[in-house]
């Protein structure tokens, strides 16, 4: 390796990215920490694992660790692109009546795009984050994103939107280690993060109430809540607070069954519970399809495994293309549950992550293709 290039790590204040940066010094890579001021806001009495993304206690952490490894460090403002392309979003999608995933906009949007061009335009060859990936290169000559060794800390999926362009000046150094021997190194080095708790999943709403945060961003309007017969059996204050599967806070069923959100109908303003049968689905459309390789599979159903969420089982699958290239359809060989319109889902080949898409509609499991529940969202 050439020692003159230079990366540049993304330092999020944590621990990952922190040993991320030093393993790449070890390698001889000139390195220079950067961490992107993305949120301001922040609550008094919110722990100190539950602050603001990059808040000011992030960004001294970053700071103390670049200090003891020896590397320069800058703070690079991008609130307005965050509060653009991934507050925004997140609220409208909630508004619309689906459910978004704000941390792969931030990867898509912020860590990748925007931060990737900051970075060429200071004369990097590359960037790096903490994330547990790994970097592949097939023998074509083009580069494959697969499973962390560390399966428990798997990232691929926050990260299925990524293109070849990214992925050429990418390194993700910790993909090849396990959680326990990065804390580790960060002890061996006394690194004064070594012991900070993994930052949280909405990393912009530090109180950890999304629904609050939504209070404060748009107008909730109440309105009734049916049952899958279309009997009225309770009131919600407002369609926002609201996720397909969710359980907590709907009114009890007569027959004493446990109750999931079913569907959200933003235009009626409508909120459907039933029974957790009611959340199987056997097929699913999605949207906005992205491939690691750039190239969508056309015309030739193929056979993968996916995940509907981040934290749910990877399912057998058949994945049929779109004529047009912008989505697919997948048919599970068995039914999967809660399949929600806004997130992701992410396909897999072994250990090798193919790519995705968004979640727009899913089939209810046992009804035909065909029937007027085809068209709805379960």
């Known amino acids: 390796m050439n020692t003159k290039e230079r990366v540049i790590v993304a330092m999020s204040g944590g621990v990952d990215s922190s040993v991320a940066a ?64 991934v507050i925004e ?3 409208r999608e909630y508004k619309n009546g689906r459910t978004p995933h704000p941390c792969i906009a931030c990867n898509d949007k912020i860590k990748f795009a925007f931060f990737l061009q900051r970075a060429l335009s200071l004369e990097a060859d590359w960037i790096a984050t903490g994330h547990y990936v790994r970097r592949c290169v097939a023998p074509d000559g083009g580069i494959e994103l697969h499973k962390a060794v560390d399966a428990s800390k798997d990232q691929t999926y926050v990260l299925y939107g990524l293109g070849q362009d990214e992925l050429s000046r990418s390194l993700f150094p910790i993909g090849e280690l396990p959680k326990q021997d990065v804390r580790r190194i960060a002890h061996e080095l006394e690194l004064p993060v ?19 945060f939504l209070s404060e961003h748009m107008a909730l309007t109440p309105g009734p809540i049916l049952d899958v017969d279309g009997k009225h059996v309770g009131s919600h ?29 933003t235009a009626e303003n409508t909120i ?5 049968d009611h959340l199987l689905a ?22 993968v495994s996916a995940k509907v969420r981040y934290k749910s089982p990877e399912a ?13 359809t997948l048919e599970f060989d068995y039914p999967q549950r809660a399949v929600t319109p806004g997130q992701a889902v992410v396909l897999y080949d072994g250990g090798r992550m ?9 089939v209810a499991a046992g009804e035909p293709h065909d029937s007027p529940l085809a068209a709805q969202a379960v």
């Open 237 to 265: 204050m407002g369609t926002a607070g609201y996720t397909v599967g969710q359980r907590k806070g709907l009114p009890p069923s007569s027959t004493g069954r446990r109750m999931y959100v079913i569907d959200i109908d």
């Open 282 to 303: 056997s097929e699913l459309h999605a949207a906005q399809a992205t491939f690691i390789d750039g190239v969508a599979p056309r015309g030739v159903p193929i056979r």
């Open 194 to 212: 070594a012991d900070k708790p993994d930052s949280q999943e909405i990393c912009f709403v530090p109180s950890g109430d999304y629904r609050a």
């Open 354 to 362: 193919l790519g995705g898409g968004v979640i727009e509609r899913s």
């Open 316 to 328: 057998p699958t058949l994945l049929i293309p779109d004529k047009d290239g912008d989505g697919f």
């Open 22 to 85: 030093y393993l790449l010094k070890e390698q001889g890579y000139d390195v220079i920490g950067v961490t992107m001021r993305l949120w301001s806001d922040d609550v008094e009495g919110a722990s100190r694992h539950n602050r603001a993304c990059c808040s000011v206690e992030d960004v001294f952490d970053a700071k103390r660790v670049s200090q003891k490894l020896d590397m320069p460090h800058y703070v690079l403002n991008m609130e307005q692109e965050f509060r653009k392309h």
């Open 89 to 91: 979003y997140f609220i």
């Open 272 to 276: 459907v519970i039933g029974p957790e």
